[in-house]
């Protein structure tokens, strides 16, 4: 595997500065989120050049870091037109730009009924899905002609909840450039989390050949919340994901989420630990 950061996690500093710490704490590839690692001049869509996608590209070789993901984490079911257009747009230009910068997937989840980009039960309604998948199609059509991968992440909170309805997108969109981010820990919820373990042995027998892109992160239960922690700082055992990613997904990008400079090499050497001994 190829283990990564969201490079927003690294402490605040120039990109230059962020991958040259994300190499030294040994790792290959990154998450990009161009609004929160670039404030020194604009990634609005018209900004997104060839000649802003080579100098990225340039700057991300020299530092030996892959862009696993171009994150675009925007709710393609938005109920307003004039929102959701201007979110069109904006995977539209993702994509354009990803196709430059050789990177891994543009990655999204999957939105939810109402503008506020908040859980309400409607979210997980058949109706919902169905306007996630309308809204969606055009945008796959569009990675289609790019050759671009766009791939969604599964959440409990959001349309798109479990292993079950993320096969259904991929099925019924039927798009070799539509895949899966697969973050086991977004799939947990106070209501299902003590079984997790069938809940990931699910996700991977249901969406295993369509996984592109692993996040990994851990949690724990405070106040009545289930917090999203490092890696190896939690509840999560990661051993049967490891597992399934030596045997089935080779060098496959798998990326940290939700550590903080201080634990950030700590996680990639659990995480590494595990792969070793798997």
């Given amino acids: 595997m190829q283990l990564g950061i969201r490079l927003h996690d690294i402490k605040k500093a120039p990109l230059p500065e962020r991958l040259q710490i994300a190499a030294e704490q040994g790792f290959v590839c990154g998450h990009l989120a161009l609004s929160k690692v670039i404030s020194e001049y604009s990634v609005a869509d018209s900004a997104l050049t060839p000649g802003f996608a080579c100098y990225l590209k340039n700057l991300f070789a020299e530092a030996g870091i892959d862009i696993a993901v171009l994150g675009c984490y925007l709710n393609l079911a938005n109920p307003n037109e004039e929102s959701l257009q201007k979110i069109r747009n904006r995977y539209l230009s993702h994509i354009r730009f990803a196709s430059l910068l050789g990177a891994g997937v543009v990655g999204t989840e999957t939105g939810a009924v109402n503008e506020a980009y908040k859980f309400e039960e409607r979210n997980h309604s058949e109706e919902a899905l169905q306007i996630f998948i309308k809204n969606l199609r055009p945008v796959v059509e569009y990675a289609e002609k790019m050759g671009v991968i766009f791939a969604i992440e599964p959440v409990y909170k959001h349309i798109v909840c479990n292993p079950q309805r993320a096969?259904?997108?991929?099925?019924?969109?039927?798009?070799?450039?539509?895949?899966?981010?697969?973050?086991?820990?977004?799939?947990?919820?106070?209501?299902?989390?003590?079984?997790?373990?069938?809940?990931?042995?699910?996700?991977?027998?249901?969406?295993?050949?369509?996984i592109a892109v692993?996040?990994?992160?851990?949690f724990v239960v405070e106040n009545g919340e289930l917090v999203s922690v490092a890696a190896g700082t939690g509840e999560m055992d990661y051993t049967d994901i490891i597992r399934f990613i030596k045997k089935e997904k080779p060098y496959i990008h798998v990326t940290l989420e939700n550590t903080v400079p201080e634990n950030a090499e700590a996680a990639r050497s659990y995480i590494q630990k595990l792969w070793n001994e798997a």
């Fill in 167 to 210: 096969r259904r997108v991929l099925d019924e969109t039927a798009s070799p450039n539509l895949q899966i981010i697969f973050d086991p820990v977004n799939l947990l919820d106070l209501n299902n989390y003590r079984n997790r373990e069938q809940i990931i042995r699910e996700a991977i027998e249901t969406l295993g050949n369509d």
């Fill in 214 to 218: 692993v996040h990994i992160k851990d």
